[in-house]
């Protein structure tokens, strides 16, 4: 019997499912998720939630919960995320702190934001904290 590692199968999966389903890619650890929808009248479709914020070097993946193929794409044009088909998602990773603003190619009407802060500082550690005792002697008093 042919054996494989486990690593290879899952890698092997992912990319499968990629071709299969489209370019679903998940957001970064701490990202965020915007649905693009429609309903009711044309000039109601957008993207929700329209502002969204997160920090240098998080992703936001778009999905596209419509029935129209729809893409965000900012207005500057520094960035594009592809046409959409139902069910279809996909990211960007944002690496510098600002303000985005994007829209639906096909349907300009729909805008939103990416707000973008400063990553945020890791806690600091006491630089005069000491270990713990480990002292079990009870008669050295400590």
Known sequence: MLRMPFATLAV??????????????????G???VTIH????????GYT?????????????WTNAGDQPHDANSTDSTWQVPLLKNGES?????????????I?????????????TPAAAPAAVPSDASPAS?????????
Do not use: K, R
Request: net charge negative; aromatic share 10%; hydrophobic share 35%.
């Open 38 to 45: 429609e309903g009711g009248d044309v000039t109601s479709w």
């Open 12 to 29: 092997g999966a992912v990319l499968a499912a990629a071709v299969f389903w489209g370019p679903t890619v998940t957001a970064a650890q």
């Open 90 to 102: 996909a990211s960007y990773t944002f690496t510098a702190p600002g303000t985005y603003t994007y």
């Open 31 to 33: 990202g965020a998720a």
């Open 134 to 142: 480990t002292d079990t002697d009870p008669d050295s008093g400590g």
């Open 104 to 116: 639906c190619t096909p349907h300009p009407w729909m805008q939103g934001t990416i707000v973008v």
């Open 49 to 61: 939630p329209p502002t969204t914020t997160i920090e240098v070097g998080q992703a936001v993946t």
